[in-house]
């Protein structure tokens, strides 16, 4: 099951850019005293995804993948961070590779179909929606949860492709037809 609290890095939005920089300088120098490596690394990539530097997110997620090679964790995150990027392709290889070592991940299934989805290979992605779901994965909830996050950001088109996305797989709810109204205009 994919830990999901790293990428979870709302709270680094209350620091000042100094501070962040701080804060990634402390944790390189704790890097080069070697104690600890994978969880430090794995603050730096947090980190580094946080601030959008993909690039060095991609580096420290590829680190730990040899580090901790039998952790489902890090091929995930890794997928995650071509996913946020609109990278479908080089993201599916890190989602199955992650499935392969944790089965039991819904939201990787998800995420996975999503890729496949937006690539245009709908039987695959039809094969992965399904299996989140009898993993008991509750697509409409991420899909909310996803329009959500992007309107926080201020990525007012992907929070409504969301939005949308969730209305078609239940049109009762009518806060998000609200949503939805308010974001096209």
């Known amino acids: 099951m994919l830990n999901t609290d790293l990428l979870k890095v709302k709270f680094l939005s209350k620091y000042t850019e100094q501070a962040l920089e701080?804060?990634?300088?402390?944790?390189?120098?704790?890097?080069?005293?070697?104690?600890?490596?994978?969880?430090?690394?794995?603050?730096?990539?947090?980190?580094?995804?946080?601030?959008k530097d993909y690039d060095m997110a991609v580096y420290f997620f590829e680190k730990l993948m040899k580090l901790d090679a039998t952790n489902g964790n890090w091929p995930g995150f890794l997928a995650y961070v071509y996913y946020e990027q609109e990278k479908y392709k080089k993201a599916i290889p890190y989602f199955e590779k992650s499935v392969d070592l944790s089965p039991n991940s819904p939201f990787i299934y998800f995420l996975l179909g999503n890729s496949y989805s937006r690539l245009g290979k709908i039987k695959e992605a039809t094969w992965c929606y399904e299996l989140a779901i009898f993993l008991d994965f509750d697509i409409y909830g991420a899909h909310v949860d996803f329009a959500k996050k992007y309107e926080k950001m201020g990525q007012k088109e992907k929070a409504l492709e969301e939005y949308i996305l969730a209305y078609e797989i239940d049109p009762r709810d009518k806060k998000i037809r609200k949503k939805i109204d308010a974001l096209s205009e």
């Open 22 to 51: 701080d804060y990634e300088a402390d944790l390189r120098m704790k890097l080069l005293v070697g104690k600890n490596a994978v969880s430090i690394m794995a603050k730096l990539a947090s980190l580094c995804f946080f601030k």
